[in-house]
């Protein structure tokens, strides 16, 4: 089983930058796939972005594309989400998701991003 625990969401204004974080469990050199999905009120869940672990591939929605991105740090079996830009629009419940194949099996609890204008 892998748990998984976002942090640093919180309150920003339009412009400025947050950066995500997502803790797991187990060794993340073991992962597949780590992603970024986020959920607005009255929305559906969407992707953010997600990175391939051991190749370092990063995939992006055109939405934050430019503006975000996403890494980790395997010594500190971390992943990461830097938000530049932020937008009104941005304002979601942040969710980190990863798997051990091509899935996301595993989901954190959520962490809040509100951005005003």
């Known amino acids: 089983q892998v748990q998984l625990v976002e942090s640093g969401g919180g309150l920003g204004q339009a412009g400025e930058s947050l950066r995500l974080s997502c803790a797991a469990s187990?060794?993340?050199?073991?992962?597949?796939?780590m992603g970024w999905f986020r959920q607005a009120p009255g929305k559906e869940r969407e992707f953010v972005a997600s990175?391939?672990?051991?190749?370092?591939?990063?995939y992006y929605a055109d939405s934050v594309k430019g503006r975000f991105t996403i890494s980790r740090d395997n010594a500190k079996n971390t992943g990461y989400l830097q938000m530049n830009g932020l937008k009104p629009e941005d304002t979601a419940v942040y969710y980190c998701?990863?798997?051990?194949?091509?899935?996301?099996?595993?989901w954190g609890q959520g962490t809040q991003v509100a951005v005003s204008s």
């Open positions: 998701a990863a798997g051990y194949e091509l899935n996301y099996r595993y």
């Open positions: 187990v060794r993340t050199n073991s992962l597949y796939t």
């Open positions: 990175i391939r672990w051991s190749a370092g591939s990063t």
